[in-house]
Structures are given as structure tokens and as C-alpha cells.
T-cell receptor, first 112, second 112 residues
Framework: GESVGLHLPTLSVQEGDNSIINCAYSNSASDYFIWYKQESGKGPQFIIDIRSNMDKRQGQRVTVLLNKTVKHLSLQIAATQPGDSAVYFCAENGNRDDKIIFGKGTRLHILP | DAGVTQSPTHLIKTRGQQVTLRCSPK?????VSWYQQALGQGPQFIFQ???????QRGNFPDRFSGHQFPNYSSELNVNALLLGDSALYLC???????????FGPGTRLTVL
């Protein structure tokens, strides 16, 4: 069956350092992946997406890497700031439809 | 440009009651999806509406129903509420021809 999961439930990072959040997926047919950020009391906010024909995609301070061989996805946040504190979800939308499958999330905690 | 809006923000109901939640999609969007997010979990897809019809459905019982109006806004109805229905209910919208879904802030439903 389909599943999207994360390796660590909580990640603590020093302010200014880079953060790396990892995610594994099981559906080898998945061809579209999304990272969402969810702050307390808010809905998920789109960060960046990547399609399976790409290995890497960069945004503003964020980079997503996709390794289809081992079915692994990662989100890198450069120069982590206090405002980056949130729960980060990787999600899969393999059929390009609206059934986004979310993982359980990783809480990113920024240390001063 | 208004984002996705949802009402009410919070709601408290008792077991057996019925509830209606409302969503207005982001300006220009024609497709609305609903998700249920239990505490500490990722959102789970309930169903999607496009052209006023339910197009897809997740693993939710018939107690969960919805509607989309000609102006693309949507309602989620839940009948015969159970304690386990307590969750954050999220609405997401997109333009049918695009992939990216944008989420609203959610409605926190508590069933006592």
C-alpha cells in the first residue's frame, strides 16, 4: 500500500545552521512530492515540490532532494531561523489528483 | 488576493449531533478538497469537489458528506458525530489544471 513516513519525529537545530529533514516513501509509482510547513494553529503551507523526473530543486533557502533508487526525499533549509520552527510534512500526490498522502511530520525546533 | 478561508474557527459538539463546516477557496480556484487532521498526525484526505460533484473520496464513512456551490465554495457535513471525529478539518483548493494545493487555517472540531 501507499505510505509516506519520516525518519525522526523531532529535530533540534542551532539557529543559523542548516536543517535537513528526511522522508521515506514506499510507493515506487509516486511521481510528485511536496513539502509542507505547518505552524501551530495554522494549516499546512506549501514550501516546495518536486517531480520524479528531477533529483533536486531549489527555492528560497530551501532545497529538496529526491533519490528514487532508495525512495528517499529530503528537505534542506539553509541558515535556519526562529521562524522556521514548525512541523514539516512530506507528502505524495502520485496520481496528480487531490488525494495527497501525508506523512506524520517532523517537528523542527530551533535552538538559540 | 484572499487565501483559503474556513469557518468557524472552533466548534464544540456532542456525540450524535451533526455539524457543517464551510470553506471559501483561494481566488480563481475551482477545486476543493477536505482533510481531517488528528492531533499529532498528518492530514488525511476525505474527499474532493470539482464542478459541484464529488470526484474522489478517501476512506471515510458516509456520515461524511459535502457540497460545492456554483461560486466554488464548499461545505463539509458530518452526521452522528463520534468522539473520534474530534480533529482539525482542513480545506484545500487549487485550480484544476495545476497541482499545487493551498490549505486554509482549518476548523477545530471537538466532540464531547
Amino acid at each position: 500500500g501507499e505510505s509516506v513516513g519520516l525518519h525522526l519525529p523531532t529535530l533540534s537545530v542551532q539557529e543559523g545552521d542548516n536543517s535537513i529533514i528526511n522522508c521515506a516513501y514506499s510507493n515506487s509509482a509516486s511521481d510528485y512530492f511536496i513539502w509542507y510547513k505547518q505552524e501551530s494553529g495554522k494549516g499546512p503551507q506549501f514550501i516546495i515540490d518536486i517531480r520524479s523526473n528531477m533529483d533536486k530543486r531549489q527555492g528560497q533557502r530551501v532545497t529538496v532532494l529526491l533519490n528514487k533508487t532508495v525512495k528517499h526525499l529530503s528537505l534542506q533549509i539553509a541558515a535556519t531561523q526562529p521562524g522556521d520552527s514548525a512541523v514539516y510534512f512530506c507528502a505524495e500526490n502520485g496520481n496528480r489528483d487531490d488525494k495527497i498522502i501525508f506523512g506524520k511530520g517532523t517537528r523542527l525546533h530551533i535552538l538559540p | 488576493d484572499a487565501g483559503v478561508t474556513q469557518s468557524p474557527t472552533h466548534l464544540i459538539k456532542t456525540r450524535g449531533q451533526q455539524v457543517t463546516l464551510r470553506c471559501s477557496p483561494k481566488s480563481g480556484h475551482d477545486t476543493v478538497s477536505w482533510y481531517q487532521q488528528a492531533l499529532g498526525q498528518g492530514p488525511q484526505f476525505i474527499f474532493q469537489y470539482y464542478e459541484e460533484e464529488e470526484r474522489q473520496r478517501g476512506n471515510f464513512p458516509d456520515r461524511f458528506s459535502g457540497h460545492q456551490f456554483p461560486n466554488y465554495s464548499s461545505e463539509l457535513n458530518v452526521n452522528a458525530l463520534l468522539l473520534g471525529d474530534s480533529a482539525l478539518y482542513l480545506c484545500a483548493s487549487r485550480l484544476q489544471v495545476t497541482d499545487t494545493q493551498y490549505f486554509g487555517p482549518g476548523t477545530r472540531l471537538t466532540v464531547l
